[in-house]
């Protein structure tokens, strides 16, 4: 499919159920509906490599509160982020389309059935940040290698040129596919007037994202997800791999699907592989 990645330039606005300003996007293409919802600290700009492998779909995407163009706040609040997935269903007049979710974005569809049941078809997410209630929440103040991570991030460059360098030299981000480090460069960070780039989720706030992932209250309602869905994970390690057996053992209608070759941005770097396991996951929704 080809997609221009100037539409990401310029947002339809929708807000939330507490009046966040959210960012959607209508990407095009013709065929069933599908909503992409995208991981922690990145934004709807990063599927476009991955979207122009799916074929026959109506994409369209959003950008999370905090991320992208969206709006933010002090702290992320995950149960939120599914009223941002529901009030961008709404936006774009979707009648019951596929949810694709990595990570975060993942547990964001999750949260969204929940909260008003019916509305995907069916859902393919990514390793879903989704904790089982057996999973000690550190205390106010513990620490936190994901949090003082983020809160390290840097978030201001000369220019997109030396971002895009800074992240391709080392982990996490230079096993990316070099399109989707592109796009993330593109659409993550905003032009400043000295021809500089800023960060758009700040530090901090994707400091408070992690921070508030552990939280057990989207596994305690996954047996209200009434449509099929299929849970991928990659190879084997601590994290959100090790959760993605028990979220689609609790799931209805959920489906495990193991890619032991990939890690955990695999929708960003095995972009052939993870098309197509979306797109044999739509084809089998009623």
Known sequence: MDLDDAVLDHPVTTNSSDGTSIATYDLGGVGPDVLLVHATGFCAGTWLPLAARLHGLHLTALDVRGHGRSAGGDSMDWIATGEDVVAAVDAL????????G???GGASLLLAEIAR???FSGLWLF??????PDVPTPPPGAPNPMVDAARRRRAEFPSAEEARANFASKLPLSVLHPDALTAYVRHGFAPRPDGGVTLRCRPEF???????GTSPYTWRYLDRVDCPVTVVCGRSAPGPPMLAPG???RLPRGRLEIHPEVGHFAP???????????TAAIRTVD
């Open 93 to 100: 007049g979707l009648e019951r389309p596929f949810g694709v």
């Open 102 to 104: 990595h990570s975060m």
């Open 117 to 119: 049941p019916g509305t």
């Open 127 to 132: 390793e879903p940040i989704v904790f089982p």
């Open 206 to 212: 994707e400091a408070s994202t992690y921070a508030a």
């Open 247 to 249: 979220v689609a053992d």
């Open 268 to 278: 960003l770097s095995d972009l052939d592989l993870m098309a197509d396991s979306i």
